[in-house]
């Protein structure tokens, strides 16, 4: 079955950079796109980045466009999430989910169980 | 940026209870709307695509309707199951919008 599994949150300073990691299996990776969605403590979700099927393209949302980054790679069946400049608002339970289509963007049938990440002194 | 606004915020009601969600678009997406449920501490669950199309295992009670800019989650007969955060979510283009949520409690 179709996994996903978040790693790379923790704690960090305002100003400083995570990087996050999503390792799939189940499926085949390089076939679909991906993203990272995500959720303040006790608010709704927020769409963050998408990657194509091939990485050739990358969308993000205005939030976080110039300091996120997304990528991808498909001989390690990994998504990544390069964070930098981080703000307190940044802080969220980030998930990645996998799109149904090659090419952005759908909706969402499986996504990981998250990893929080905290921007904080 | 289309905008997805979602109504009521939170509502209570009982068992057995006819419940309606509504979204709406801030201009037409035609179909391209998802609605996921969220239970408390939980990763949210596909509910429907394409505004109407049930996802496979998700009960019956759950329907979705609309296009364009309007849009309806109906639960037919409330469980205590269903209580939950439910979200809409466009994806007309590859920038993806969510509601900002409808909070179901049973009354």
């Known amino acids: 079955q179709v996994l996903l599994v978040e790693s790379g949150g923790g704690v960090v300073q305002p100003g400083r950079s995570l990087r996050l990691s999503c390792a799939a299996s189940?499926?085949?990776?390089?076939?679909?796109?991906m993203h990272w969605v995500r959720q303040a403590p006790g608010k709704g979700l927020e769409w963050v980045a998408v990657?194509?099927?091939?990485?050739?393209?990358?969308y993000y949302g205005d939030s976080v466009k110039g300091r996120f980054t997304i990528s991808r790679d498909n001989s390690k069946n990994t998504l990544y999430l390069q964070m930098n400049s981080l703000r307190a608002e940044d802080t969220a339970v980030y998930y990645c989910?996998?799109?149904?289509?090659?090419?952005?963007?759908?909706?969402?049938?499986?996504w990981g169980q998250g990893t929080l990440v905290t921007v904080s002194s | 940026d289309i905008q997805m606004t979602q109504s009521p915020s939170s509502l209570s009601a009982s068992v057995g209870d006819r419940v309606t969600i509504t979204c709406r678009a801030s201009?037409?997406?035609?179909?391209?709307l998802a609605w996921y449920q969220q239970k408390p501490g939980k990763v949210p669950k596909l509910l429907i695509y394409?505004?109407?199309t049930l996802q496979s295992g998700v009960p019956s009670r759950f329907s979705g309707s609309g296009s364009g800019t309007d849009f309806t989650l109906t639960i037919s007969s409330l469980q205590p199951e269903d209580v939950a955060t439910y979200y809409c979510?466009?994806?007309?283009?590859?920038?993806?919008?969510f509601g900002g949520g409808t909070k179901v409690e049973i009354k």
């Open positions: 989910a996998r799109d149904e289509v090659s090419s952005p963007s759908e909706y969402f049938q499986h």
């Open positions: 189940g499926f085949s990776f390089s076939n679909y796109a």
């Open positions: 990657i194509s099927y091939d990485g050739s393209s990358k």
């Open positions: 201009q037409g997406i035609r179909n391209y």
């Open positions: 394409g505004a109407s």
């Open positions: 979510q466009k994806y007309n283009n590859v920038f993806l919008t």
